[in-house]
């Protein structure tokens, strides 16, 4: 079992930056992927960027590229989401997951996340 926190949700305006925070617990598994995905209102959930802790393999959807940076700190168990320039359409409920059994190729499906956190909210004001 995997516990899944996440933090560092807030409101900002246009061109703003923020980090999210996961902080993951309770898991034995050393390999497997962790991913950030988002939901808004009336829209499907997206996946937003994953990193797969064996080989530091990133992956994002074409939304966010070149504005959202996805690290970890394997020590800590947590993994970070950096926003920059962030536009009103980011504006949803971010959601850390994790999967186990993972590789550098199931990072990039976006996939197969059986544990997830609670979310936290980002607004972003024109």
């Known amino acids: 079992q995997v516990q899944l926190v996440e933090s560092g949700g807030d409101s900002v305006q246009a061109g703003g930056s923020l980090r999210l925070s996961c902080a993951a617990s309770?898991?034995?598994?050393?390999?497997?992927?962790m991913g950030w995905f988002r939901q808004s209102p009336g829209k499907e959930r997206e996946g937003v960027a994953a990193?797969?802790?064996?080989?530091?393999?990133?992956y994002y959807a074409d939304s966010v590229k070149g504005r959202f940076t996805i690290s970890q700190d394997k020590a800590k168990k947590t993994v970070y989401l950096q926003m920059n320039s962030l536009k009103p359409e980011d504006t949803a409920m971010y959601y850390c997951?994790?999967?186990?059994?993972?590789?550098?190729?199931?990072?990039?499906?976006?996939?197969?996340?059986?544990?997830w956190g609670q979310g936290t909210q980002v607004t972003v004001s024109s």
């Open positions: 997951a994790a999967r186990a059994w993972c590789s550098s190729f199931l990072v990039r499906t976006f996939s197969g996340y059986n544990y």
């Open positions: 309770g898991s034995s598994h050393s390999i497997f992927c």
């Open positions: 990193i797969y802790s064996g080989g530091d393999t990133t």
